[in-house]
Nanobody
Framework: VQLQASGGGLVQAGGSLRLSCTAPGGIFRFNMGWYRQAPGKQRDLVAVIRSDGSTTYAESVEGRFTISRDNVKKTVYLQMSDLKPEDTAVYYC?????????WGQGTQVTVSS
């Protein structure tokens, strides 16, 4: 099982990016999450969207980022707005449920000041 993340890049502060993560095996039953890891730091939760559509956000991104899912397209999205230099990190998607836990390869997001 592989998750295919895309959409990262270089953007100026205040700009926007949309990350996508596709799971060829499907996402319908699964919780989906975005996490990020900055150099020298631990991997942290950014946002989660559960199979029932409920969401949780890290306080640092609340109001700026929106996680969504399209079960037909087998894809989860992270719309990021008003980006800040401290959002710079490698962003990873995750598909999880009970004893199933799969991570994507990561996509780099760099925000310049």
């Amino acid at each position: 099982v592989q998750l295919q993340a895309s959409g990262g890049g270089l953007v100026q502060a205040g700009g926007s990016l949309r990350l996508s993560c596709t799971a060829p095996g499907g996402i319908f039953r699964f919780n989906m999450g975005w996490y990020r890891q900055a150099p020298g730091k631990q991997r942290d939760l950014v946002a989660v969207i559960r199979s029932d559509g409920s969401t949780t956000y890290a306080e640092s991104v609340e109001g700026r980022f929106t996680i969504s899912r399209d079960n037909v397209k087998k894809t989860v999205y992270l719309q990021m707005s008003d980006l800040k230099p401290e959002d710079t990190a490698v962003y990873y998607c995750r598909r999880f449920l009970l004893n199933s836990d799969v991570w994507g390869q990561g996509t780099q997001v760099t925000v310049s000041s």
